[in-house]
């Protein structure tokens, strides 16, 4: 089955600064790769998603790029704030599982003053 | 106010006992899920359903149950089979396919004494 690892497990930046987040996926027919935030105590939320006919993607600070041949996927957050301070999981969709997301074990982002 | 809410926020019970954690949507997915979130682990899917009354093994369903005798609802019992059941329990729903956002619910602590 899909195996998504994810690194770095914790990133320390100073505010302002940019922080990146890599994925890497086992299932080269995965297709769908989205990114969520979760803030202390809280459910994740979507922060941004790519499919696999695209390269790249940004909405704003946030942008994800994904290399198919190498099967990897990379979130960058630019200008960082002290609210972008969560857990950020990557994730891989299945083609074949219909809506089965399996997830990487994420990646604890903080931005210091 | 459209949404996914999941009750108690903490729910603490004795060794040996069932217990079971709601879900609930209204949102009108078709698609419902439970993940375990453990430190350090990511999230693992313990149940989905795609519709009424019919659910699938994620890939952690031992010690588990789930029932779905309405679109709405998705109530997961943790038994009393569950080895190790101290976690945070999150739910979340979609529209029908593999490339559709799961919004996720607030969550559920349960702890086991």
């Known amino acids: ?21 890599k994925c890497t996926y086992s299932d080269s027919a995965s297709n769908y790769f989205p990114w969520y935030k979760q803030e202390l105590g809280k459910g994740p939320q979507l922060i941004i998603d790519i499919r696999s006919n695209v390269g790249e993607k940004k909405d704003q600070r946030i942008a994800v790029t994904l290399n198919k041949t190498a099967k990897h996927f990379s979130l960058h957050i630019t200008e960082t ?33 | 106010d459209g949404g996914i809410t999941q009750s108690p926020k903490y729910l603490f019970r004795k060794e040996g006992q069932n217990v079971t954690l709601s879900c609930e949507q209204n949102l009108n997915h078709d698609a419902m899920y439970w993940y375990r979130q453990d430190p350090g682990q990511g999230l693992r899917l313990i149940y989905y359903s795609q519709i009424v009354n019919d659910f699938q093994k994620g890939d952690i369903a031992e010690g588990y149950s789930v029932s779905r005798e309405k679109k709405e609802s998705f109530p997961l019992t943790v038994t009393s089979a569950q080895k190790n059941p101290t976690a945070f329990y999150l739910c979340a729903s979609s529209i029908w396919g593999t490339e559709n956002e799961q919004f996720f619910g607030p969550g559920t602590r349960l702890t086991v004494l």
Do not use: M, R
């Not at chain 1, 899909?2 to 497990?9: F, R, T």
């Not at chain 1, 299945?94 to 809506?99: A, C, E, V």
């Open chain 1, 81 to 113: 704030q002290p609210e972008d301070s969560a857990v950020y999981f990557c994730a891989a969709s299945i083609l074949d599982s219909w809506g089965k997301l399996q997830f990487g074990a994420g990646t604890q982002v903080v931005v210091t003053p």
């Open chain 1, 1 to 21: 089955g899909e195996n998504v690892e994810q690194h770095p497990s914790t990133l320390s930046v100073q505010e302002g600064d940019s922080a990146v987040i």
